[in-house]
């Protein structure tokens, strides 16, 4: 785990180093780099929580007093958005009364057990600083969103039926080729069993349904607007959950998903179909964020815990492992930051709750999206990140220098990946089998092409998103909640994200400790060495050919 040394004072002793706070910055602080890595990312700027306490003594702003003893029930609490939900609401809503989190038992540990993991995360400790006692607010309701009923016990059922004001529900299962059984009982089944238990809540004053931009991908125009789901829904649930035999399942899902590329994007159109029809009368709202990247702002900059998407790229080709991938980069890519996305989601909240459902009207959508006002194509995107990051920030993970050539070119794109992926895979790992050390590389590789195959569809397509509703939210909000809940994609700078970009991915995702900084300049350097030479190597092998064939041809 990276060092906390976001307070010089609290700064304690690494067990791999004995060298004080002072000494390591002067190893990373240099006329060269004059970047102090924990400034960028926030993590010296934390609130003194005396002082938070008597300013939360003043009137609130329109939305925290929304939330002021407000009970909340979520779901996908320890997912990449969850969390961020959590962390927000706990530090910008103090007044809040209770926080509930349906989560399961997973890999031997009990719901306890796994809340407590949660909050170990670095995300966490601006919260953990500023507003100590949170934790006091926040617990454990056991249950799987897959289960009939939640799998909550009748005793947790009334306990949130009487209490729970907001709800949102952001479990699902976001891999492309999941089952469809796993992908029908978690993204629609668990939704209708969410609508079901909503409908109990005595004081319900908004439940927010988190699906995705993607959901009617099919159309290259995405308004804020239910579209016509490819099956009944009901239809497709009878069909799956009456199917006994799994392989069968399989067999007939590309039939199934009807032009969808992938069961989650399938799913989520039919979870919405669902919504649109089950959740009448309630204030019930859907939202529909986009790619979501590392945070922007808060609670520091750079933060995430996953490499899905453009980030997972951004991983490899800084570790030297990715060198291609099959992909437009002319095309505009649409990400929002998470901090961003919770901030809007959070607001969407309050939206709802003011207004006033009927039988005929439809509950309202938020499409969450940069591309229609602060668009970047993957060219620039990567530039930018590559920029402020290397070589800032390199990993000493790092395996080869960077290089990374990518194509929309599917013939060119496996020539590439045989060339740069394939055969030095195969390679390296014979040599570690000779040295007696574990061979990776060619099992990352497959798994590189699995993920490439499945992105290749968002990778080389484009959409024309319509976010009004969205627009329209953030200019009815009062300035006090525009500070306190930024979320305006238009005057998010993408120069002021990929500043931070890097290094939150260093400190954590990779979680490379910081005093291997220095190390890991020195190690890149001698890699960017390495990499011109080789380039110079094979282009003498090249020419040396050519002049083979030449001489072979005139002779």
């Given at each position: 785990?990276?060092?906390?040394?976001?307070?010089?004072?609290?700064?304690?002793?690494?067990?791999?180093?004995?060298?004080?706070?002072?000494?390591?910055?002067?190893?990373?602080?240099?006329?060269?780099?004059?970047?102090?890595?924990?400034?960028?990312?926030?993590?010296?700027?934390?609130?003194?929580?005396?002082?938070?306490?008597?300013?939360?003594?003043?009137?609130?702003s329109?939305?925290?007093?929304?939330?002021?003893d407000?009970?909340?029930?979520?779901?996908?609490?320890?997912?990449?958005?969850?969390?961020?939900?959590?962390?927000?609401?706990?530090?910008?809503?103090?007044?809040?009364?209770?926080?509930?989190?349906?989560?399961?038992?997973?890999?031997?540990?009990?719901?306890?057990?796994?809340?407590?993991?949660?909050?170990?995360?670095?995300?966490?400790?601006?919260?953990?600083?500023?507003?100590?006692?949170?934790?006091?607010?926040?617990?454990?309701?056991?249950?799987?969103?897959?289960?009939?009923?939640?799998?909550?016990?009748?005793?947790d059922r009334?306990?949130?039926?009487?209490?729970v004001?907001?709800?949102?529900?952001?479990?699902?299962?976001?891999?492309?080729?999941?089952?469809?059984?796993?992908?029908?009982?978690?993204?629609?089944?668990?939704?209708r069993?969410?609508?079901?238990?909503?409908?109990?809540?005595?004081?319900?004053?908004?439940?927010?349904?988190?699906?995705?931009?993607?959901?009617?991908?099919?159309?290259?125009?995405?308004?804020?607007?239910?579209?016509?789901?490819?099956?009944?829904?009901?239809?497709?649930?009878?069909?799956?959950?009456?199917?006994?035999?799994?392989?069968?399942?399989?067999?007939?899902?590309?039939?199934?998903t009807?032009?969808?590329?992938?069961?989650?994007?399938?799913?989520?159109?039919?979870?919405?179909?669902?919504?649109?029809?089950?959740?009448?009368?309630?204030?019930?709202?859907?939202?529909?964020?986009?790619?979501?990247?590392?945070?922007?702002?808060?609670?520091?900059?750079?933060?995430?815990?996953?490499?899905?998407?453009p980030?997972?790229?951004?991983?490899?080709?800084?570790?030297?492992?990715?060198?291609?991938?099959?992909?437009d980069?002319?095309?505009?890519?649409?990400?929002?930051?998470?901090?961003?996305?919770?901030?809007?989601?959070?607001?969407?909240?309050?939206?709802?709750?003011?207004?006033?459902?009927?039988?005929?009207?439809?509950?309202?959508i938020?499409?969450?999206?940069?591309?229609?006002?602060?668009?970047?194509?993957?060219?620039?995107?990567?530039?930018?990140?590559?920029?402020?990051?290397?070589?800032?920030?390199?990993?000493?993970?790092?395996?080869?220098?960077?290089?990374?050539?990518?194509?929309?070119?599917?013939?060119?794109?496996?020539?590439?990946?045989?060339?740069?992926?394939?055969?030095?895979?195969?390679?390296?790992?014979?040599?570690?089998?000779?040295?007696?050390?574990?061979p990776?590389?060619?099992?990352?590789?497959?798994?590189?092409?699995?993920?490439?195959?499945?992105?290749?569809?968002?990778?080389?397509?484009?959409?024309?998103?319509?976010?009004?509703?969205?627009?329209?939210?953030?200019?009815?909000?009062?300035?006090?909640?525009?500070?306190?809940?930024?979320?305006d994609?238009?005057?998010?700078?993408?120069?002021?994200?990929a500043?931070?970009?890097?290094?939150?991915?260093?400190?954590?995702?990779?979680?490379?400790?910081?005093?291997?900084?220095k190390?890991?300049?020195?190690?890149?350097?001698?890699?960017?060495?390495?990499?011109?030479?080789?380039?110079?190597?094979?282009?003498?092998?090249?020419?040396?050919?050519?002049?083979?064939i030449i001489?072979?041809?005139?002779?």
């Amino acid at each position: 785990m990276a060092l906390d040394l976001y307070r010089k004072n609290e700064f304690k002793k690494s067990k791999k180093s004995k060298k004080t706070y002072d000494e390591i910055m002067k190893d990373i602080v240099t006329d060269e780099f004059p970047l102090n890595p924990l400034q960028l990312v926030g993590e010296m700027s934390f609130e003194d929580p005396t002082t938070l306490a008597e300013t939360d003594k003043l009137p609130r702003s329109d939305v925290q007093e929304f939330y002021k003893d407000a009970t909340i029930f979520i779901t996908g609490g320890t997912g990449f958005m969850g969390k961020m939900l959590i962390e927000k609401l706990s530090r910008s809503c103090p007044n809040l009364k209770h926080i509930y989190l349906l989560i399961r038992n997973k890999k031997g540990k009990d719901v306890n057990e796994r809340i407590d993991a949660i909050f170990e995360d670095r995300l966490f400790m601006r919260l953990k600083h500023e507003r100590p006692k949170f934790y006091h607010k926040i617990s454990a309701i056991a249950g799987d969103a897959s289960l009939p009923g939640l799998g909550i016990s009748s005793c947790d059922r009334q306990k949130l039926a009487e209490n729970v004001n907001i709800v949102f529900h952001a479990a699902a299962t976001i891999r492309f080729d999941e089952h469809i059984r796993t992908a029908i009982n978690i993204n629609v089944l668990g939704t209708r069993e969410i609508i079901s238990l909503a409908k109990e809540m005595t004081n319900l004053k908004a439940c927010m349904y988190v699906s995705t931009a993607y959901a009617n991908c099919v159309h290259s125009k995405i308004e804020e607007k239910f579209y016509g789901a490819p099956y009944n829904y009901d239809g497709v649930i009878s069909l799956v959950t009456s199917a006994n035999d799994d392989k069968k399942l399989e067999k007939i899902t590309p039939s199934l998903t009807a032009g969808w590329p992938n069961t989650y994007t399938f799913t989520k159109a039919l979870a919405e179909d669902l919504a649109k029809h089950e959740s009448t009368g309630l204030p019930f709202g859907i939202f529909r964020p986009s790619v979501v990247i590392s945070t922007y702002n808060e609670p520091v900059r750079g933060w995430i815990d996953n490499v899905y998407g453009p980030i997972g790229m951004i991983v490899g080709v800084g570790a030297g492992v990715l060198h291609t991938h099959h992909c437009d980069v002319t095309k505009v890519v649409d990400l929002v930051p998470v901090d961003l996305v919770v901030n809007a989601l959070i607001c969407s909240a309050y939206k709802v709750s003011k207004s006033i459902p009927t039988i005929e009207s439809n509950p309202p959508i938020f499409n969450y999206v940069s591309s229609k006002q602060n668009p970047i194509n993957l060219e620039n995107f990567f530039e930018v990140i590559k920029k402020y990051g290397l070589p800032n920030w390199p990993t000493i993970n790092a395996v080869w220098y960077y290089s990374f050539m990518p194509t929309n070119n599917p013939y060119l794109y496996s020539l590439l990946f045989l060339l740069f992926h394939t055969i030095p895979g195969y390679f390296l790992d014979f040599l570690c089998q000779m040295t007696g050390r574990k061979p990776m590389l060619t099992n990352i590789y497959k798994k590189m092409k699995k993920a490439n195959a499945a992105l290749a569809f968002f990778a080389n397509n484009q959409w024309e998103f319509n976010d009004n509703n969205t627009s329209s939210l953030w200019k009815e909000m009062s300035e006090a909640d525009k500070k306190t809940f930024f979320f305006d994609i238009k005057e998010m700078s993408w120069d002021y994200y990929a500043r931070a970009c890097a290094i939150g991915l260093r400190l954590y995702l990779v979680k490379d400790d910081i005093h291997t900084i220095k190390s890991a300049r020195i190690k890149w350097e001698k890699l960017r060495k390495a990499h011109l030479l080789l380039k110079t190597v094979v282009a003498i092998v090249f020419l040396r050919i050519c002049w083979f064939i030449i001489n072979l041809c005139f002779n």
